[in-house]
C-alpha cells in the first residue's frame, strides 16, 4: 500500500488526486478542479491540513481541517494515512478516522465511514479499492487491493483482493458475482 512519504512527494500526490476527482493531470488545473470539483477541493484541504499539522503550523492545519470539514460534511482524520488518487465522487459525509489506513487509487461515494471498533485498531484499505455508497467499514481489518465493498455494507470481516462484500452483514461473495 502505498502512503504519503518520501517516496511519493506533496506534488505528485496533488496530481494524483486531480487526475482521480477530474481527469486532469496537469497542476496548472488545481485551481479550475478546486472551484468545480468538490471530491478535489475535500481532498486538497485535506491534504494541506494534514501536511500543516506536521509543521510548526499545527493550528493553522487545525483550522483548515475544521473549515474542510464544515464546508464538505466530510470527516478525514488529518492523521489519517491516505494514499495518493483519492476520488471521492460525491463528497457528503465520508467519515475516515484517525488510523485507518487507505491504498492508492481508491474511490469512496457518499456517506462511508471507515473506523475503529469498540476496542482494536481501524482498517487497511488496499488499492484500487471501491466503497459504494453508505458503506461501514470498521475494526481491524483488511480490504484487499482491488475489492469492492457494496452500497450499505457493514463489514466487519476481512475481504481478500479482487473480491465483493455486499449485505448487512456483508458477506464475501464469489469474483464476478455481481458483473
Not at 517516496?7 to 482521480?20: E, K, P, S, V
Not at 478525514?76 to 478516522?97: F, K, Q, W, Y
Not at 487507505?102 to 479499492?129: E, K
Not at 481491524?140 to 457493514?154: F, L, Y
Request: hydrophobic fraction near 45%.
Amino acid at each position: 500500500m502505498s502512503a504519503i512519504g518520501p517516496a511519493t512527494g506533496l506534488r505528485a500526490t496533488i496530481r494524483a488526486d486531480l487526475a482521480a476527482n477530474t481527469g486532469r493531470t496537469r497542476l496548472r488545473d488545481a485551481p479550475a478542479g478546486f472551484l468545480f470539483h468538490p471530491g478535489f477541493a475535500t481532498i486538497l484541504l485535506h491534504r494541506v491540513a494534514a501536511a500543516l499539522g506536521r509543521t510548526r503550523w499545527r493550528k493553522l492545519g487545525d483550522l483548515v481541517w475544521a473549515w474542510n470539514t464544515r464546508r464538505s460534511g466530510c470527516h478525514l482524520h488529518p492523521r489519517s494515512l491516505i494514499g495518493p488518487g483519492l476520488a471521492l465522487p460525491h463528497p457528503t459525509a465520508v467519515v475516515i478516522g484517525e488510523g485507518a489506513q487507505i491504498g492508492t487509487g481508491v474511490t469512496i461515494y457518499q456517506s462511508v465511514t471507515i473506523g475503529r471498533a469498540t476496542r482494536g485498531g481501524y482498517p487497511v484499505i488496499g488499492d484500487g479499492v471501491t466503497l459504494y455508497p453508505s458503506a461501514v467499514v470498521f475494526g481491524m481489518i483488511s480490504v484487499g487491493a482491488g475489492a469492492r465493498v457494496g452500497a450499505g455494507a457493514i463489514l466487519s470481516i476481512d475481504v481478500p483482493a479482487g473480491a465483493t462484500a455486499a449485505g448487512p452483514p456483508a458477506r464475501v461473495l464469489q469474483p464476478g458475482a455481481l458483473d
